[in-house]
T-cell receptor, first 113, second 113 residues
Framework: RKEVEQDPGPFNVPEGATVAFNCTYSNSASQSFFWYRQDCRKEPKLLMSVYSSGNEDGRFTAQLNRASQYISLLIRDSKLSDSATYLCVVKPFPAGSASKIIFGSGTRLSIRP | SQTIHQWPATLVQPVGSPLSLECTVEGTSNPNLYWYRQAAGRGLQLLFYSVGIGQISSEVPQNLSASRPQDRQFILSSKKLLLSDSGFYLC????????????FGSGTQLSVL
């Protein structure tokens, strides 16, 4: 089983729609979670951290479910500019320790007019 | 503010030639440094990470090596490139104060022909 798994998509939704995708992780001791956005042929950029209580940043909402070991990203009122690949990121060791950070393979999202 | 520089942006090299990609970080001290590779349409594969000068951890056996001669400099090298070394190479940095987050350089698209 991969350490971090995502549905590769693509998710093809109309502008203005709400879209959600999940990411599962295998290490129950994982401590930190993030969503990154990557445009074609560009570097990944941090979209948002994911906190235990869930958190919202404008149209984006992130949730963490430790019992089922998954995180989710919800995008409301989607814009054409939201088209990108969304990467789930998990840090499997306690925060503050020097360790590797694991990326999922990404979920492709395409917003159509 | 912190910035990360990575060069060159694109590189075309013949099989068997050497490789040197450089990455430098400004505006922070003692960062964790990372080299990732992304094959076309695939996720990010962690190649190396470093928690300090001269300290390199390798994640996968391969044709590549990394060095950290200075606190904020990270170099990816190969003595003889293979076709399979083609890909998008990304340098990243993080600090372990608080929640560790990764920030990426703009990447190098390497084509080995």
């Amino acid at each position: 089983r991969k350490e971090v798994e995502q549905d590769p998509g693509p998710f093809n939704v109309p502008e203005g729609a709400t879209v959600a995708f999940n990411c599962t992780y295998s290490n129950s001791a994982s401590q930190s979670f993030f969503w990154y956005r990557q445009d074609c042929r560009k570097e990944p950029k941090l979209l948002m951290s994911v906190y235990s209580s869930g958190n919202e940043d404008g149209r984006f909402t992130a949730q963490l479910n430790r019992a089922s070991q998954y995180i989710s990203l919800l995008i409301r009122d989607s814009k054409l500019s939201d088209s990108a690949t969304y990467l789930c990121v998990v840090k499997p060791f306690p925060a503050g320790s020097a360790s590797k950070i694991i990326f999922g393979s990404g979920t492709r999202l395409s917003i159509r007019p | 503010s912190q910035t990360i520089h990575q060069w060159p942006a694109t590189l075309v090299q013949p099989v068997g030639s050497p490789l040197s990609l450089e990455c430098t970080v400004e505006g922070t001290s003692n960062p964790n440094l990372y080299w990732y590779r992304q094959a076309a349409g695939r996720g990010l594969q962690l190649l190396f990470y470093s928690v300090g000068i001269g300290q390199i951890s390798s994640e996968v056996p391969q044709n590549l090596s990394a060095s950290r001669p200075q606190d904020r400099q990270f170099i990816l090298s190969s003595k003889k490139l293979l076709l399979s070394d083609s890909g998008f190479y990304l340098c990243a940095w993080s600090v372990t104060r608080g929640v560790e987050k990764l920030f990426f350089g703009s990447g190098t698209q390497l084509s080995v022909l």
